[in-house]
């Protein structure tokens, strides 16, 4: 079954900074590759996604570039302000075979001002 | 995108008892999945609930602990069985959207185990 390693598990940063973290996923066949942002208490809210016909998204200060080739993909977030504190995760399916998400295990990152 | 009614939304139980979450989806979908939150982890998947066929469990998780229930296309339940404190976590429930429309979460229910 598909495996999907996460890198760091924690990210400390000064506010406007760029913040990037790495996931690994092992199965060629996933073609879905979400991130999520969860806040304390709260359920995970999706972010941004990519799908795996293109290489990079972006949406306003966030990006998520894909490599699947290596299996990698990217979450990028530009100017980072303290509301952007949260865990983040990133997960990967074959959403076409509505499979289910399987996720990393987060990032906790601390923007701080 | 698919909305999720989940309940209860949180929960305090003694251990040794059991406890029902439901799942109420405002469309028909072909597999519900259902997810695990330890405290302070991410989300482990324990089953994915086909309609009609017996769920299949993950690696870890067995019929007797995690007991599914698929009885329509817009509806799940999990129970948690015979529960120990260790089973204290954020269960959730998911399905997959059709299209591009990605997955759709419940808003988890917060079980405490005592």
């Known amino acids: 079954g598909e495996n999907v390693e996460q890198h760091p598990s924690t990210l400390s940063v000064q506010e406007g900074d760029s913040a990037v973290i790495k996931c690994t996923y092992s199965?060629?066949?996933?073609?879905?590759f979400p991130w999520y942002k969860q806040e304390l208490g709260k359920r995970p809210q999706l972010i941004i996604d990519?799908?795996?016909?293109?290489g990079e998204k972006k949406d306003q200060r966030i990006a998520v570039t894909l490599n699947k080739t290596a299996k990698h993909f990217s979450l990028h977030i530009t100017e980072t302000q303290p509301e952007d504190s949260a865990v983040y995760f990133c997960?990967?399916?074959?959403?076409?075979?509505?499979?289910?998400?399987?996720f990393g295990k987060g990032t906790t990152l601390s923007v701080s001002s | 995108s698919a909305v999720i009614s989940q309940k209860p939304s949180r929960d305090i139980c003694q251990r040794g008892t059991s406890l029902t979450i439901q799942c109420q989806v405002d469309?028909?979908?072909?597999?519900m999945f259902w997810y695990r939150q330890q405290p302070g982890q991410s989300l482990t998947l324990i089953a994915t609930?086909?309609?009609?066929?017996?769920?299949?469990?993950e690696s870890g998780f067995v019929i007797d602990k995690f007991p599914i229930s698929r009885p329509n296309l817009t509806f799940s339940t999990l129970t948690v069985s015979n529960m120990s404190p260790e089973d204290s976590s954020i269960y959730l429930c998911?399905?997959?959207?059709?299209?591009?429309?990605?997955?759709?979460f419940g808003s988890g229910t917060r079980l405490t185990v005592v």
């Open positions: 997960a990967a399916s074959m959403e076409q075979a509505g499979t289910a998400l399987i």
């Open positions: 199965d060629s066949a996933s073609n879905y």
């Open positions: 469309s028909q979908v072909t597999m």
């Open positions: 609930a086909n309609q009609g066929s017996e769920a299949t469990y």
């Open positions: 990519i799908r795996s016909n293109v």
């Open positions: 998911s399905v997959a959207g059709t299209g591009d429309l990605g997955y759709t």
